[in-house]
């Protein structure tokens, strides 16, 4: 087989033949180098990284495509773009957009044919110092030469990008055959030499193993500046947002990747992050300058200094990050906690150095271990993987064993010291290990201590009344720092918050509509009641009378926000076991609040019963005032349930057009006759106003209102002026009737011969207006008939003139 090869294929067994002897070469260079020269074995633990921009439409102008969703499409077909070299992984920069919420698209392809999915990335920003840089992470993409990519944003977001770059990066040396064999013999003389490229296994110790830059391939010329140092008070934890495609063995790529891309392309000092893990569980050393060390990185914009940053390398939107990440990480944060001496699940406070999410100068207070979007305006770590962070400290803290160092609780979290008896003072209960000295000290919104405690031992209970020097405290949120550890290196462990409250919820505001008549008419049925809690609390709402008891409870304790409610009452009140009718006079809606805190509190909202007025009607409900003798004037109606001074007021809109004064009328029904005049004695046009009665008894005063139309409108009927029709067929005849102020006409017509003789008639009745109807007529002989209709609308009035139909029958 040897021979065979050999011959049918002389310049691969050439090329075989040149590897070879290359390879043996530098087995003997790295041999000798580590004796002779540090150079060699520099190039043997720096593998290159290639780096291509590309600019999409050769300007760099990115449209940005409207979308309600990540996964919308951009509207216009994406440029493909060649990189002119395989790369593995890819990132896209740009100037800072005006608007915020872009997420860039993208896929790749090894033949400019076939497409990988598309990947997705949310547009940061983020920056060494003062410098905003807005860019994607990069993307581990596979292998590729053709690149697409798009941007889509929802609403608020930029119309275009601008110097868009997009990074086509390969740190795998798998370009080309040439890189290929430079980087097989790099590996093999690594090898020998001692050097690993692969994440070596996690350590079963409280310190992890850490895979060094030099192991990963970091090339140092690549580095801007010399790291700069802060005492560590914190930790972020971040995702690369980089995808989850990747082998154990694209580790050290990948960090070699997001090296090159995070110095060369975005031109920060050096890779972002002080630590990162991938999903495998090995753990990379990040920035340069100590792993012990306060390193300042480049991972959180505004709080770079004084916090350490770890990033799992992958994207954890919708999968939360694999069990042997989590667990690498915290044995990590364990590790570089312990080595500041911070608690995993304290707080600390940071002052922000540069305005994203807070503005430049504001002290924010943190908890030790952080997820990135608690700083910045990002989703980092992902949606799946921040809800793991409390359940994360919990373990951090359980590796450090702090969990045996220092606890705080409460007995309460609200402390009311109003001297009611409830919730009037509260208890914190500190534990701590045997001989380990704590403090504790109560603080206000503005971090002036109020109080404060101190001893040593393994528990105590501290009873705090709500006073500081005596004197009662405001009303607030107070917190509560645990330190210990040793008298002249205390450390707060523990932090609870405590929330003093005194003051009884309000009502922001309460309404009532101020009487009602439960009478059965119909209006002014109910009672209705607005009210809005100003802040969140429990509300029962009943009705009292006017000694103040509770007749009737319209609801028990509910829960409620600080938002508009609303209620009804049916004029019923609880009378043993059955709802009876309230008697008509005056009550109050009870409105009754109370808070988490035991403060209660009672507003009571009038509320009048009053049936001495109902049941208003027009009869006719539509009159015609035009002096023919029909329907010229309406009698609108009433019912009086004890004597009242009524007055009847006909209104257009909020214009009085004529006002009845009845006087003093006795208990029954009674009417007020309309003639259809103003006050001024002219006669009203056509409309639909409404008649209001007030009536002021004993009771006090309340009004009904009733519908009426005035229609002086005559009726239009429209038919067709002639038709065909054959002796004994059905014919349809249709029409149409107009009248604006009227809903309905009554409609009849007849149907005479050329000689003027009645040969048929109908009354349809009455018909909607406004329609196209029709009659049937079945015509016996030949000959020429007229088709006469006349209509009358609900006012009396009849049609301006006849319309008819010429029917000829053959």
Same mark, same amino acid.
């Given at each position: ?34 004796? @002779?020269?540090? $150079? ?7 593998? =290159? !990284? &290639? /780096?291509? #921009?590309?600019? %999409?439409?050769? +300007? ?90 798009? @941007?889509?944003? $929802? ?7 601008? =110097? !868009? &770059? /997009?990074? #086509?990066?390969? %740190?795998?040396? +798998? ?636």
């Amino acid at each position: 087989m040897t021979g065979s090869f050999t011959t049918r294929h002389p310049r691969l067994a050439r090329v075989l033949a040149g590897t070879l002897l290359a390879l043996a070469l530098l087995l003997v260079a790295v041999w000798v180098a580590p004796r @002779a020269s540090g $150079g060699a074995a520099a190039w043997i633990s720096t593998p =290159s !990284v &290639r /780096l291509h #921009a590309l600019a %999409p439409g050769g +300007d760099g102008l990115l449209a940005v495509a409207a979308s309600t969703s990540i996964a919308g499409r951009a509207a216009s077909r994406p440029e493909t773009l060649d990189a002119g070299m395989r790369f593995t992984m890819a990132g896209v920069t740009c100037d800072v957009p005006d608007g915020s919420g872009v997420t860039i698209r993208l896929r790749t392809s090894l033949d400019g044919s076939g497409w990988s999915p598309w990947f997705e990335a949310p547009l940061e920003l983020a920056g060494e110092g003062t410098e905003v840089t807005a860019y994607t992470d990069p993307v581990w993409t596979g292998q590729a030469r053709y690149a697409q990519v798009e @941007a889509v944003a $929802g609403g608020g977001g930029p119309s275009a990008l601008t =110097s !868009v &770059r /997009l990074v #086509a990066i390969d %740190p795998t040396e +798998d370009g080309s055959v040439a890189a290929r064999l430079t980087s097989t013999a790099r590996r093999l003389a690594a090898t020998v030499a001692g050097v690993t490229f692969d994440a070596p296994a996690l350590a079963a110790s409280s310190a992890p193993v850490i895979v060094t830059r030099a192991q990963w391939g970091a090339d140092e010329s690549l580095r801007n500046a010399a790291p700069s140092y802060s005492p560590v008070k914190m930790a972020f934890v971040h995702h690369t947002a980089s995808g989850n495609l990747y082998t154990p063995e694209d580790g050290p790529a990948l960090m070699r990747g997001i090296y090159a891309y995070h110095t060369e392309s975005l031109h920060w000092n050096d890779i972002a992050y002080n630590f990162l893990v991938d999903r495998y569980g090995a753990v990379y050393e990040g920035r340069y300058g100590g792993m012990t060390r306060g390193v300042v990185g480049a991972h959180v914009y505004g709080f770079n200094t004084g916090s350490t940053g770890i990033s799992v390398i992958g994207t954890f939107t919708d999968e939360a990050p694999p069990a042997k990440a989590v667990a690498a990480l915290e044995r990590l944060l364990a590790w570089k906690l312990g080595v500041h001496r911070l608690s995993p699940t304290g707080t600390a406070l940071l002052t922000c150095g540069a305005t994203d999410k807070y503005r430049k100068g504001t002290t924010v207070k943190f908890p030790v271990i952080a997820g990135h979007r608690q700083a910045n305006s990002t989703e980092c770590p992902g949606s799946s993987f921040y809800p793991l962070l409390p359940s994360m400290r919990t373990a951090v803290a359980w590796r450090m064993g702090a969990a045996a160092i220092a606890s705080l609780t409460t007995s309460t979290p609200l402390v009311s010291p109003n001297g009611d008896g409830v919730l009037d003072s509260v208890t914190l209960n500190v534990g701590v290990t045997e001989g380990i000295s704590w403090g504790l000290t109560l603080r206000d919104a503005g971090g002036d201590a109020v109080a404060s405690w101190s001893g040593e031992g393994t528990s105590e209970k501290v009873v705090w009344d709500g006073t500081s020097g005596g004197s009662t405290v405001a009303d607030g949120a107070y917190t509560a720092d645990l330190a210990a550890g040793p008298a002249d290196a205390h450390t707060v462990m523990e932090t609870v918050t405590i929330t003093v409250d005194t003051s009884a919820p309000r009502l922001s505001k309460a309404a009532s509509q101020g009487w009602f008549s439960p009478n059965g008419d119909g209006r002014a049925e109910t009672a209705a009641l607005a009210y809005t809690p100003a802040e969140a609390c429990s509300v029962r709402v009943g009705i009292m009378d006017t000694d103040g008891r509770v007749i009737r409870w319209l609801h028990g304790w509910k829960a409620r926000e600080a938002r508009s409610y609303s209620l009804k009452w049916d004029g019923r009140i609880r009378s043993g076991s059955s709802l009876v009718p309230a008697a008509d006079g005056l009550y109050r809606f009870d409105v009754e609040r109370r808070d988490s805190a035991g403060n209660t509190a009672r507003q009571g909202i009038k509320i009048t019963v009053d049936r001495t007025l109902g049941f208003p009607s027009a009869a006719p409900g539509t009159f015609s005032p035009d002096g023919d003798g029909v329907r010229d004037t309406t009698a609108l109606r009433f019912k009086l349930t004890r004597t009242a001074t009524v007055i009847v007021r006909v209104l257009d809109g909020a214009t009085v057009v004529s006002t009845l004064s009845l006087g003093t009328l006795a208990a029954g029904r009674h009417s007020a006759t309309w003639d259809g005049t103003a006050g001024s004695g002219d006669f009203v046009a056509s409309s639909r106003p409404v008649f209001t009665v007030t009536a002021e008894s004993t009771s006090g005063e309340s009004s009904v209102s009733g519908a009426l139309t005035v229609d002086l409108y005559r009726p239009r009927l429209y038919a067709a002026g002639g038709k065909i029709a054959a002796a004994g067929a059905s014919t349809r005849l249709t029409y149409k009737v107009v009248d604006p102020f009227s809903a309905k006409v009554d409609v009849r017509y007849v149907v005479r011969n050329a000689k003027g003789r009645v040969v048929a008639s109908g009354h349809p009745g009455w018909q909607p207006t406004g329609k196209a109807r029709a009659i049937k007529w079945r015509p016996k002989a030949r000959g020429i008939y007229t088709v006469t209709y006349r209509t009358r609308d609900l006012g009396g009035n009849t049609q301006v003139a006849p319309a008819g139909t010429v029917v000829t029958v053959r």
